[in-house]
């Protein structure tokens, strides 16, 4: 790694792993308006053959895969119930056969790279076996070119070690969520020139001054000659900003005088590309192009300055995890997480725990405007040397794979919880600032006497009140979680109080501003090991469901933004809902909105007046409302209507029947259309509200599900609401067409919905 960094160029190899050859450089390079005609990227991940276990010789080129399934990957090793099932069941060794032809021209190089594999992969071409990569969360590639026999079939084969194996991060001990098994990123076929731009680092330098340049910083991978140049561009679009020439192999290019540049921040995430082209004489011989945003991201002991503005940091801890299918969801399912982050619950920051998550999902992260903490794999556990070793390798994975990425503002490099280790740390924080000197470090731990090797002291901190910083530069990164797991439809109380411990957290994270914020724990909820969670293989410690539907601490999130993004008025209660302790009915409520005033009605006649609970909760944009009903005579039961007023004005208004029932079903598609590739998919949220589309989150009923088209339904057919909601997903098979999706609810009638499916190109390999 080091003399990789330094030399900026790797030797050609039989095979190369890890951060050697990356998945999305490759795909970067592929998506670029590009004139060099010697790099193609073929994306191969259709027509993959799963024989489920693995047998011995099912690698070799002969076996008979004639009743292997055909799947395409993003792939589960094995579909499972939303909760409720056997964790060692994805815990197997598998194998995957992939059949091409391929000739590529003369003298150049092929490489296939996986994005991800779950947790090893011994891959294997036409018998040759190239080597076993250890670990699940990062990318990694071998070279084929001298195994590839042109003209004539080819198999790759892939056994996928999916046990815990504990000389691979983050197993060895017991850990707080689940893996999953297979072939669950994408995969490609890459061919390049001998001498090829293996990863590019395109770094803005002194962002905030008119004096800012791009230093860009080319990696080769080959034998370079003397007569090599690279040719670096910024660009917005195809407008030219800036440009330099200089030789393959010496310092970093720098792109100056770019003119008038739109910084990166949370409202207009302004990106731009850089393009570089490796030239031998006159010859362009390769291109790589790559997205980056200018952003300067500092903790200071104020708290944490974007472009030299203080925000204070609100964000959640995300699993990459999805019911059914673990981590094997496309790259519309893995973007629209970050989407839910930042639009539904108006995060500004999420933390990656505790792994490297999918780059579609850090794409969409640079481009809405969601700063990300990402951290190497681990939990709690620290292995020997050799796995020591692995997770340092891990450090380098990740930076090299998203450096580009201007939403990433620190790099965790500890194992999430564990112990001190004087010497581990010290390198993996070396191998950090060596590879980029312009992020921070953090290491979260939850003991607060540690040595701190990183930059920035990030804390769990479970307990209320919250310990004060023991550092100037300190983040919150996990509270709440198993203190006070909740399900949407647990009893009222707690389903409130949870919301208002959120809101307890992040009051006084804002109340000084030697907390730079905090990342709560957590957004989704997600499955466990047997030994975490409810005992049904979850942890219902997610503001939103793990189906990514919001809870009412959710809906606390949400009430956070500026009125002007939205107006938000969310009841954290069921007006008919009549178990609240202490004697039934509603006594105490809660309610979430960034609205100033709010005025209560029953049956149209006003009982209340309110304003936030700013006593409690002053510190925050926008505190609860916390209404004490207790002896109030409400026995003349009939709807509720709250008013939302802000300045005066009344602004938004919701009703809550006071005979509330399952009224009707809903089904609601994220997306219209979907590319007929046999791996796009899009969730479908299934929902049972009253008349005033409120929720019902006692609603049972197994919904019956039939679907017509170029579609299959990933998760449980019928499905069963669980608290008046739950969603399956719909993914695309390989055609155009339309999908109509019936669900039958068994009081509330079908409903259908169309999903247009849209002609994809067929795979070139
Ligand atoms: C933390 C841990 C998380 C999760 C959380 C539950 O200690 O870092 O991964 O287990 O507890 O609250």
Redesign the pocket.
Known sequence: MDSFNRRGFLKAGAAVSGAAALWQAAVNAQSATSHATNRRVLPMNRNWLYGGHAVPGCSAPGFDDAKFQRVTVPHSNRIFPWHSFDEKDFQFVSIYRRHFNLTPPPGRRVFVDFAGVMTAATVTINGHKLGEYRGGYTPFSFELTEYIKAGAPNVLAVEVDSTERPDIPPFGENI??LTFGGIYREVALRIVPPVFIENVFAKPVNVLSSDRTVQVKCLLNGHPSGSMTVKAELRDDARVLAAATGPAFNEPLTLANPGDIELWDLEHPKLYTVVARLYQGNTEVDEYTTRIGFREGRFTPQGFMLNGQHIKLRGLNRHQTFPFVGGAMPARVQRRDALVLKRDLKCNIVRT??YPQSTHFLDACDEAGLLVFEEIPG?QHIGDQAWQDLAVRNVGEMIHRDWNHPSIILWGVRI??SQDNHDFYTRTNALAHELDDSRQTGG?R?LYDTELLEDVMTM?D?GFPLRPPNHPLYLNT?FN???FPTKRYDNVDRVMEHALRHARVHNQLASDDRYAGGIG?CAFDYNTHAN?GSGDKI?Y?GVSDIFRIAKPAGQFYRSQCDPKEEIVLEPCFNWSQGDQSEGGGIRHAVIVSNCDHLKIYVKDTLKFEADPDQATYGHLPHPPFVLDLTGEHLEDWGDLRIDGYLNGAKVASKTLPGNDYDRELHVEPDDAELMGDGVDATRVVLRVTNEHGGARPFSTGAIALHIEGPGEIVGENPFSLAGGVGAIWVRSKEAAGTIRLHARHPYLGTKTVEIKVKAAEPEAV
């Open positions: 707080d969520y725990s505790h939990w999430n919880e979260v939850y769990n479970f996990e979680g198993h203190m724990w975490f942890c410690h």
